[in-house]
Nanobody, 126 residues
Framework: QVQLVESGGGLVQTGDSLRLSCAAS????????LGWFRQAPGKEREFVAF????????RYADSVKGRFTITRDNAKNTVYLQMNSLKPEDTAVYYCAGRVHYELGYQNPAGRYDYWGQGTQVTVSS
């Protein structure tokens, strides 16, 4: 049974930092591309960041580029999202997601994913 469990969310102020973690189990972690998505109240879920199975390729939404960093530790079956310079518009539930790696998958980082976590709330106050 595949499980993705996010943690690290919370309430912070504008300009603060947070690091989200997503621990995976039940899958061959190093063969999976991973993504972070978020959903704000009343809005559709949106892509935030992507990291390839190897960790060598990353992609970001324009809204977070230069502020967020996605990394992974294949030895710990964990993917991270370091979020700096947080803004009120970053407030959302953040989800990690995984899919089996495929060639050129990095060209469609916001595409279909097979597994999703339950989400962790991030709230940024102004």
């Amino acid at each position: 049974q595949v499980q993705l469990v996010e943690s690290g969310g919370g309430l912070v102020q504008t300009g603060d930092s947070l690091r989200l973690s997503c621990a995976a189990s039940g899958l061959f972690f190093s063969r999976y591309d991973l993504g972070w998505f978020r959903q704000a109240p009343g809005k559709e879920r949106e892509f935030v960041a992507f990291v390839s199975a190897s960790g060598y390729v990353t992609r970001y939404a324009d809204s977070v580029k230069g502020r967020f960093t996605i990394t992974r530790d294949n030895a710990k079956n964990t993917v991270y999202l370091q979020m700096n310079s947080l803004k009120p518009e970053d407030t959302a539930v953040y989800y990690c997601a995984g899919r089996v790696h495929y060639e050129l998958g990095y060209q469609n980082p916001a595409g279909r994913y097979d597994y999703w976590g339950q989400g962790t709330q991030v709230t940024v106050s102004s």
